[in-house]
């Protein structure tokens, strides 16, 4: 990627007024929102990847007591979104819940709260690794992969260059470098022929876009989306750094 | 009590006097008082400079009880343990004890156990304890979380603990005293020894280690070691050289170099790595007669320290250059002159220091202070004037962390199950937590077993249970083992290796260890310093740093290298005195003298209590530069919410730089019609302190301190054997910001925010600075920048310390990279 990396491809970007990221993937129009969503307005579909609801409680059970808060966190930014958006449809890109048992461990009020995101819109639970099931109780439909406004979404990534295809389960973060240091933050990673979205969940861990992950994945150097306080910032790959 | 008169005659048994006479020595008063004390069954804290047979005298008791019991073939027990702050010198310590045993003939056991002690070695200590054991808080720490701690300890007769005053005032200090606590539960005979050097205030040092159920202060008596002769401290004047800013000291490295080869053996003290190895690259560039000249601070591999330290110890070095590493610890009698580069900070720091030079009592230790910029000279003079007058800093005492506390709980948990109510008995009876509030107390237990959430759904996930008899234990065996293999009270910055790059960017060998921070710093392609030769920076992979050598390449000085040590308010108060006694000036060189006159002809000197605040145009921008003399931790602090005051006024701040002595904002509107009293009025500490420390990163790492300290979070895990701190597989502040907004009164919160008010953002004493300028700020409005402005002002753009900068403007800054790149 470095040897792309010397010429620069013009990518077509605009900041909107909410702060969000508009760029096109493939023929679709996306909008990267600060939170860390991606929003396809044609459909009104509101996409998060990566929840790991319930990450605190498995980590308890396995005594490191983490705060018990990262599911309420999690789906009270959810909430602001569908608030803000009022989505006809709610795409949970897989990896929803940390583990296996993370449902049977959701506190009850959380659980009203998932409840009440899916009132009066589809949800779909597209399955990950963490969650290959679905969920047991919890009401939305089950899906390996999803067509939507020309798009392909699915959960994992596949290799080699895949136009179209908008996945999650790598977790990107940049490390963005300038002349006074450098930040880390999440973002979305993108060559406009695919796109990566960022991890939602509170406690999610970010994985450095410069990791061997990404590799292949891209057809030029990618644009990254780091999220900022409250708007989505583009960032060329000669600003990304390593960890 | 020094005086040996008073002491009855039969206190050395003959096998001890013929030894001391067969040395050609005679046991000194101080010595005769610890076996005098000892045999009364008292407690005492024996307080002497280095050099005066202070350890020997804190053994002798033991030695001598030991001596006088009839030989038994039974299996020995535990009869004095002995603790040093250093693994070294606790190494050290068995060595310098085994000799007199050995030449007593005495059939008495002492061994050392430290984290670098064998795995046989430490597994039979557990079963066949010697009756002398040489460690560290650690592995006490550890021995008291052990299964059976109770009779492990149940005979012993004494600790001894040394160098307490580099470990009372610390959370290493609290985990201490909460461990002694403990012992003398097991062992109720105990005696407690103090070993110390010279302190400003023995009281606080008594009320860390006595035992508060018993009597506290009272109980331990103070033994005073002869004074020992006066130190001759000299500052280089470097007459017409003294630079107006920086902290290299570049300017005085010949003068250096032609002291060190006049003397036998040099150690020269620095503040900072990058400063070791930017001092350590100079000498060698003068060093014509090739003297042997090392290197030794705490970046560099394990063994090259080692190899350092040996060649020290059989006397072939003519000069080690060195950071606080070598502050304390074995003994290297040839030492004959301290070297202070840069700025001393306080005068108690010094005077352990000076004291590593000379460790004999009738000859005075040798120390020359070298500053390197001017207000460094005034530092300087201020700090050889208190040494002489013998006034040191104090330490102000300290309240027990409540994370430290989380650990020992758990820790006594893991040993045997515990009454709640005797455990805040014995916790209570301890120095640093003798005020602790049951509530607290109650909290850390919660915090312990389920977390301390108010959102109680961790209950079955329970660490330590109640039983059905009232007693807490903990869960399960893991669990215990687990917690084991966190002990201690030391969190270390994330350390990345520094290896040669190889073909196809893997990395060869390891040169050392650098922190995660520095490497911060530096950008590929940049050339710096380390181990003493230049490298140039190719690239940082997940835990190596990959370098190439670049020899003869400029290598780059981080400027933020001032100090990590703050300042002490005692020596900032004295260069104030100083700067303000113009009869005083005579003691500091020319052109120092003529810069402390053009910045009283020019714009003014304040007087002693008052702060001087300049404000001036300069280019387009406004400046204001005040003096308060409050290091650069409360400088910092007080920036931020002075930018925050000065947007709320309108004027538009722009930016700002501090030192150890200054600080300057700049802004796009004048200032100089500020009401400066409304801006510096001490109700800044409110609520702009508290929305500022909530996002700032200074919390967030003092969370993740605390958070591994109390165990939320571990850093080993067993069966792993890489320590590195960068192996937690989750982000701290991610759990740091929803606990802050899901229970923003959460105990670890408090913890940071506690620390980070003493430490990283030193809130304190900025309150103290704020009420003492009150009423006291003399404000010179001026039409150019003053003599004193120009250091702080050369500062401009060359801070690049990670985090102060806005994190914003970071991202934006990469954003607009991002444009040029596309328009290009």
């Known amino acids: ?243 | 009590m020094a005086d040996s008169a008073g002491l009855p005659a039969d206190l050395l048994p003959p096998r001890f006097a013929d030894w001391f006479a067969s040395r050609g020595w005679s046991p000194r008063a101080h010595q005769l008082a610890m076996i005098e004390r000892a045999r009364a069954g008292r407690d005492s804290l024996l307080i002497a400079p280095t050099g005066g047979g202070k350890t020997l005298a804190g053994f002798l008791p033991t030695l001598i009880d030991l001596a006088s019991q009839p030989p038994s073939n039974g299996p020995t027990s535990l009869h004095t343990l002995y603790i040093s702050p250093l693994k070294a010198l606790a190494v050290d310590v068995e060595r310098n004890l085994n000799a007199p045993i050995a030449q007593m003939g005495l059939r008495i056991t002492a061994e050392s156990r430290t984290g670098d002690t064998g795995i046989s070695r430490r597994q039979r200590q557990r079963v066949k304890p010697p009756e002398i054991l040489l460690t560290t808080p650690e592995q006490l720490a550890l021995l008291c979380a052990w299964e059976g701690a109770r009779l492990y300890f149940e005979n012993l007769e004494c600790v001894i603990l040394d160098e307490i005053h580099t470990l009372h005032a610390s959370k290493r200090g609290d985990l201490l005293a909460l461990d002694l606590a403990r012992i003398s539960q097991f062992a109720p005979r105990m005696r407690r020894v103090g070993l110390s050097a010279t302190v400003d205030d023995p009281e606080v040092i008594k009320a860390w280690m006595a035992d508060h159920a018993k009597g506290g202060n009272d109980t331990i008596d103070l033994v005073r070691g002869p004074p020992g002769a006066e130190p001759v401290v000299e500052v280089l004047l470097s007459e017409g050289k003294v630079p107006w800013a920086g902290h290299t000291a570049q300017h005085a490295m010949q003068e250096v170099y032609d002291v060190i080869a006049k003397s036998r053996t040099a150690l020269v003290f620095v503040n900072t790595r990058f400063q070791a190895e930017f001092a350590f690259q100079e000498l060698w560039r003068l060093n014509e007669d090739a003297l042997p000249i090392a290197l030794h601070h705490g970046s560099l591999a394990a063994e090259q320290r080692r190899k350092v330290e040996a060649a020290m110890a059989r006397g072939e070095l003519r000069a080690v250059v060195c950071t606080s590493t070598l502050d304390l610890g074995i003994d290297w009698g040839d030492v004959d002159l301290v070297i202070q580069l840069a700025s001393p900070k306080g005068a108690s720091r010094m005077v352990q220091r000076i004291g590593r030079a000379n460790h004999r009592l009738d000859e005075p230790s040798r120390a020359l202070f070298v500053p390197a910029n001017r207000f460094e000279m005034l530092e300087c003079q201020a700090a050889r004037e208190a040494i002489a007058e013998n006034k040191l800093d104090g330490d102000p005492p300290r309240l027990g962390a409540l994370d430290v506390l989380a650990q020992h709980v758990m820790g006594c948990a893991c040993s045997e199950p515990f009454d709640m109510l005797r455990l805040y008995d014995e916790v209570t009876s301890s120095g640093p937590y003798r005020a602790l509030p049951w509530e607290d107390f109650e909290q850390v237990v919660d915090f312990v077993s389920t977390g301390g959430y108010a959102l109680k759904t961790y209950d079955r996930f329970r660490r330590i249970v109640k039983g059905q008899d009232g007693l807490w234990r903990v869960r399960n065996l893991e669990t215990a083992q687990r917690h084991r293999l966190n002990v201690g009270a030391i969190v270390s910055p994330a350390m990345l290796a520094v290896r040669i790059a190889m073909r196809g960017g893997r990395g060869g060998r390891k040169i050392g260890e650098i922190e995660e921070g520095m490497v911060e710093m530096l950008e590929p392609g940049e050339t710096f310093v380390f181990a003493g030769q230049v490298w140039r920076l190719v690239a940082v992979t997940n835990l190596d740093v990959l370098v190439q050598p670049a020899p003869g390449a400029d290598p780059k000085m981080p400027s933020w290298g001032g100090s990590k040590f703050a300042l002490s308010t005692y020596l900032a108060k004295r260069v104030r005195q100083l700067m303000y006694d113009q009869a005083h000036w005579s003691v500091l060189p020319a052109d120092v003298r003529e810069w402390l006159e053009a910045q009283r002809d020019r714009s003014l000197i304040p007087e002693e209590d008052e702060m001087l605040l300049e404000t001036f145009a300069r280019g387009h921008r406004q400046f204001m530069v005040c003096y308060p003399f409050e290091g650069r931790l409360a400088h910092t602090t007080l920036a931020m919410l002075l930018t925050r005051r000065l947007e709320r006024m309108g004027r538009g701040p722009l930016g700002f730089v501090c030192n150890d002595y200054a600080l300057a904002v700049w802004a796009i509107k004048p200032l100089e019609a500020v009401d400066f009293a409304e801006l510096f009025d001490e109700d800044m500490l409110g609520d702009d302190l508290e929305a500022w420390l909530a996002e700032s990163f200074m919390m967030k790492r003092a969370f993740k301190g605390c958070a591994i300290i109390a165990g939320l979070i571990e850093r080993r895990f067993p069966g792993q054997t890489q320590k590195s701190g960068r192996q937690i597989t989750f982000s701290t502040d991610l759990i740091y910001d929803t606990l802050r907004r899901h229970q923003p009164d959460h105990l670890l919160l408090r913890c940071a925010r506690d620390d980070a008010a003493t430490g990283l953002v030193d809130v304190a004493r900025l309150g103290q600075m704020l009420a003492r300028i009150k009423g006291r700020i003399r404000h010179s409005p001026l039409e150019h920048l003053s003599p004193f402005s120009v250091p702080i002002l050369l500062e401009i753009g060359k801070e690049r310390s990670p985090g102060h900068s806005g994190e914003t403007m970071i991202l934006r800054e990469a954003e607009e990279d991002l444009i040029a790149e596309a328009l290009q």
């Open chain 1, 1 to 243: 990627m470095n040897a792309l990396a010397e010429r620069a491809f013009a990518y077509d970007y605009a900041v909107a007024e909410c702060g969000s990221l508009r760029v096109t993937i493939g023929a679709a129009q996306a909008m990267l929102r600060a939170s860390g969503a991606l929003w396809l307005a044609a459909e009104r579909a509101l996409v998060v990847a990566d929840l790991h609801l319930e990450k605190g409680s498995s980590y308890a059970s396995r005594g490191q007591m983490l705060p018990p808060y990262d599911t309420r966190e999690t789906l009270r930014r959810l909430a602001a979104e569908v608030t803000a958006l009022t989505p006809a449809i709610i795409v949970l890109l897989g990896d929803t819940f940390h583990d296996r048992s993370s449902e049977d461990r959701l506190a009850a009020d959380d659980a009203q709260r998932l409840r009440d995101l899916a009132r009066g819109r589809t949800l779909i639970w597209v399955v990950g690794n963490h969650d290959a099931d679905g969920p047991r109780a919890l009401p939305g439909e089950v899906a390996d992969e999803l067509s939507l406004c020309g798009l392909i979404l699915r959960h994992e990534p596949q290799a080699g260059l895949q136009p179209r295809e908008v996945a999650g389960h790598l977790h990107p973060a940049a490390r963005v470098r300038a002349t006074r240091g450098s930040v880390r933050r999440r973002c979305f990673i993108t060559d406009a022929e695919r796109l990566i979205l960022p991890a939602f969940g509170a406690y999610a861990g970010g994985l450095n876009v410069r990791d061997a992950a990404f590799a292949g994945l891209f057809a030029r150097s990618p644009l990254a989306g780091a999220l900022g306080r409250d708007r989505v910032h583009a960032v060329g790959w000669r600003s990304l750094g390593p960890d």
